[in-house]
């Protein structure tokens, strides 16, 4: 039972382009969404986040929506750079349940030159 | 330089042997997450630490153990009776604060030989 839902496994964009990442949940209880970044073989970076109470949260090239009516978010990141390409993960954390994380499958993104 | 250091970044194990993965942080954050990312899935909870010499199962905890003496560390052993143990094991940590992402080491590749 998935209740963070990355839906597109892969995405290509063209440098300078608008890449668009989704996703969705499930569970009404989840208080605060982050995306990470990760490169094969490394560990995940934190990238950006956003608590419940919030729809929008930028910084820098990276901006976060939150739809809590449709339980979605996305990522978007403007402009795209070839150093972007990696799979992107999202994950929200569940304030009813020892704030425990809870991950999306990931969407690999290539930005292309 | 404050991270997260996860040793060895190889192992293998042989049949029927415990191995002990180490992971090392100087962030001074009072939790740490070990977990586990199989091929093409998400990270997948296996224990975790809010405070020292305190520890909680996550969702795959079967075959695994834990200790944390030190706030600085908290390693992961792999028994014989993980039966399926070949995976990228994954150590975060992450500050007391309301919203607070996780951070994450550059993980270790375990291997059956």
């Known amino acids: 039972d998935q209740q963070v839902k990355q839906n597109s496994p892969s995405l290509s964009v063209q440098e300078g382009r608008i890449s668009i990442l989704n996703c969705d949940y499930t569970?009404?209880?989840?208080?605060?969404f982050l995306w990470y970044k990760k490169y094969p073989a490394e560990g995940p970076t934190f990238l950006i986040s956003?608590?419940?109470i919030k729809d929008k949260n930028e910084d820098g090239r990276f901006t976060v929506f939150l739809n809590k009516s449709a339980k979605h978010l996305s990522l978007h990141i403007v402009p795209s750079q070839p150093g972007d390409s990696a799979v992107y993960f999202c994950?929200?954390?569940?304030?009813?349940?020892?704030?425990?994380?809870?991950w999306g499958l990931g969407t690999s993104l290539a930005v292309n030159p | 330089d404050g991270g997260i250091t996860q040793s060895p970044k190889y192992l293998f194990r042989k049949e029927g042997q415990n191995v002990t993965l180490s992971c090392e942080q100087n962030?001074?954050?009072?939790?740490m997450y070990w977990y586990r990312q199989d091929p093409g899935q998400g990270l997948r909870l296996i224990y975790y630490?809010?405070?020292?010499?305190?520890?909680q199962k996550g969702d795959i905890a079967e075959g695994y153990s834990v200790s944390r003496e030190k706030k600085e560390s908290f390693p992961l052993t792999v028994t014989s009776a993980q039966k399926n143990p070949t995976a990228f094991y994954l150590c975060?940590?992450?500050?007391?604060?309301?919203?607070?992402?996780?951070?994450f080491g550059d993980g270790t590749r375990l291997s059956i030989l």
């Open positions: 975060a940590s992450s500050g007391g604060f309301e919203y607070q992402p996780q951070h």
């Open positions: 962030l001074n954050h009072d939790a």
């Open positions: 630490s809010q405070i020292v010499n305190d520890f």
């Open positions: 569970n009404s209880m989840f208080d605060y």
């Open positions: 956003i608590s419940s």
């Open positions: 994950a929200a954390r569940n304030a009813g349940n020892n704030r425990k994380l809870i």
